[in-house]
């Protein structure tokens, strides 16, 4: 059974002032199957779960959540960012059977 690609949203305000807190949004469309859940044949459904959430803003680590199996189906976050400088965002997302995803994008403070 082949793995579907992962699609990831984050999203930033329009806007970032220097000085302002803004609220970071990400979420990653994951199905995370806790291994208890039988499929069609009765078999139980291998467990794939987000394990960890980071971000990073120009490799410092300004975010992060270890999940439990009791997590939903796509993930979904959000936190708060004090915009101090611009630079680079990377959110990445790890998970059990090698499940790694990370998303960049600019964070630009004016």
Known sequence: MSTPPLRALVNLPR???RGDIVEVRATLGHANETGHRRGNAGELVP???VRRIEARLDGALVFAADLQPAISANPYV????LALASGTLV???RGDDGLAHSETLPFVVA
Not at 78 to 81: E, G, K, N, R, S
């Open 15 to 17: 806007s970032i002032v």
């Open 78 to 81: 959000a936190f708060p960012l």
């Open 91 to 93: 959110v990445s997302w």
């Open 47 to 49: 467990r794939s779960i």
